[in-house]
């Protein structure tokens, strides 16, 4: 069944909120260009349907269409809500103070399922990719810490570790040991967290640590 131009216009908006909450993960050259798509897209929409879609509001409903969705509506303005899929409504400013976005890995210029949830927090989303690249901003570290981590823990220590920093080890790039030490070493880096992951790595094998 295909979705009318309001029904559209309203996912464009949201995958413009899901774009606007990466900023801290995707280089921004490369998220203004999604943005401007985006946006593009929003504006067109917006011209065939004569301006903003109709809605108005009850006490603590949402019309839109004839059809009534209940919940409450937090910040931001009618053009910025965002169906949460029932109870309240979270306005632009709401997720974007929150900063925890799940889903599956941010490839190159695809995210996969747009989705917030307050409950998880420090997980790392990107694809391997050099320490010495300029743009990712990284907090200095050991020239060695990925030779010894990859030398001196298993994958399992890396797991452990992930536990310790509250960091999500399925959701670290890459499959094999050296592509989730790439990942860690590159998410504390860019937090400022590497002090925290060195002490966690020597406490995991302190004999052979150097």
């Known amino acids: 069944m295909s979705m009318t131009p309001t029904q559209q216009l309203a996912k464009i908006r949201q995958m413009i909120l899901t774009q606007e909450g990466l900023r801290d993960f995707v280089p921004a050259e490369q998220l203004e260009a999604i ?3 985006l946006r593009q897209q929003e504006q067109t929409l917006l011209a065939q349907l004569g301006g903003e879609p109709a809605t108005t509001y009850g006490a603590n409903a949402v ?3 004839g059809s009534t969705v209940q919940g409450n509506v937090i910040g931001g303005s009618s053009n910025s809500v965002v169906n949460t899929g029932g109870g309240d409504y979270v306005g632009r400013d709401k ?5 925890h976005i799940t889903g599956d890995y941010v ?4 995210t996969e399922r747009d ?3 307050a409950s998880t927090i420090n997980v790392y989303h990107g694809t391997k990719g050099s320490d010495s690249d300029p743009s990712l901003n990284l907090a200095p570290a050991p020239p060695n810490l990925h030779h010894q981590m990859v030398n001196y823990l298993s994958k399992s ?4 570790i992930c536990f310790y920093l509250n960091v999500d080890y399925d959701r670290l790039a890459g499959d094999t040991l050296d592509d989730k030490v790439t990942a860690l070493i590159t998410y504390c880096r860019r937090n400022n967290r590497v002090a925290d992951l060195l002490k966690a790595s020597a ?3 302190p004999s052979q640590w150097g």
Not at 157 to 160: E, H, K, V, Y
């Open 95 to 99: 997720i974007n103070t929150t900063n």
């Open 63 to 65: 019309h839109v269409e």
């Open 157 to 160: 220590d890396i797991n452990t």
């Open 115 to 117: 989705q917030y949830n």
């Open 35 to 37: 943005l401007a798509s």
């Open 107 to 110: 490839a190159g210029n695809k």
């Open 203 to 205: 406490e995991r094998n």
